[in-house]
């Protein structure tokens, strides 16, 4: 017996926390699959390359645009941002599970592609804290940061479509819910497949 794979998609505002967590839950399942996003936005310190993103031109990611190579395409503090579609597709052909973490906009265009896709919203307890964290990267202006906070305070109201939510506030409880999350959704018996087909009522 197998079962279908899962796409499970984890957003929230800049500052929550998503690449902390996101690369933890890769480091202790091997084998999930992990979607690597375009950006024009330049890198930040110590991020690099094709694994953290994919940085390109603005010219080379509207020619990849136009080319249909995207599931998703979004504009985030002055900076574009897409998922390539190859990648996931083949991916979840082959079976494998698979981790993205969109904005916002981003994890529900995908949700209306794969309705099956598991959307988790990371967010922290407070405006404060997301403000000191924000501020404590010292890789933005003040500018910049307030920039993201508006962005985030506008990310927040769409909490209610996620199927899940974890606030962020110690990094052991999100990644155990995180991980909680991935392994309950592996277990639904949804997706169980059987002889290549589901299982009928």
Same mark, same amino acid.
């Given at each position: 017996?197998?079962?279908?794979?899962?796409?499970?998609?984890?957003?929230?505002?800049?500052?929550?926390?998503?690449?902390?967590?996101?690369?933890?839950?890769?480091?202790?399942?091997?084998?999930?699959?992990?979607?690597?996003?375009?950006?024009?936005?330049?890198?930040?310190?110590?991020?690099?390359?094709?694994?953290?993103?994919?940085?390109?031109?603005?010219?080379?990611?509207?020619?990849?645009?136009?080319?249909?190579?995207?599931?998703?395409?979004?504009?985030?503090?002055?900076? *574009?941002?897409?998922?390539?579609? +190859?990648?996931?597709?083949?991916?979840?052909?082959?079976? @494998?599970?698979? =981790?993205? &973490?969109? %904005?916002?906009?981003?994890?529900?265009?995908?949700?209306?592609?794969?309705?099956?896709?598991?959307?988790?919203?990371?967010?922290?307890?407070?405006?404060?804290?997301?403000? *000191?964290?924000?501020?404590?990267? +010292?890789?933005?202006?003040?500018?910049?940061?307030?920039? @993201?906070?508006? =962005?985030? &305070?506008? %990310?927040?109201?769409?909490?209610?479509?996620?199927?899940?939510?974890?606030?962020?506030?110690?990094?052991?409880?999100?990644?155990?819910?995180?991980?909680?999350?991935?392994?309950?959704?592996?277990?639904?018996?949804?997706?169980?497949?059987?002889?290549?087909?589901?299982?009928?009522?």
């Amino acid at each position: 017996m197998r079962r279908s794979p899962v796409l499970l998609i984890v957003s929230g505002p800049s500052g929550s926390g998503k690449d902390s967590l996101v690369a933890e839950l890769r480091a202790a399942e091997p084998n999930l699959a992990y979607s690597v996003s375009a950006t024009t936005r330049a890198p930040r310190p110590g991020e690099i390359n094709g694994v953290h993103y994919h940085f390109i031109t603005r010219n080379q990611f509207d020619q990849m645009s136009a080319a249909g190579e995207f599931l998703e395409t979004c504009e985030y503090a002055g900076n *574009r941002y897409g998922t390539p579609k +190859r990648f996931v597709e083949e991916s979840l052909r082959s079976g @494998r599970d698979v =981790i993205m &973490k969109p %904005e916002v906009n981003g994890a529900l265009a995908i949700k209306r592609i794969f309705p099956s896709a598991v959307l988790v919203f990371l967010n922290v307890s407070s405006d404060d804290v997301l403000l *000191r964290r924000l501020e404590a990267r +010292r890789t933005d202006s003040q500018e910049a940061i307030e920039t @993201r906070l508006d =962005i985030a &305070k506008r %990310e927040e109201a769409h909490t209610g479509a996620y199927d899940y939510l974890i606030v962020n506030d110690m990094f052991d409880v999100a990644f155990a819910q995180l991980r909680a999350i991935l392994t309950a959704e592996r277990l639904k018996t949804s997706r169980l497949v059987q002889g290549g087909q589901r299982p009928t009522a």
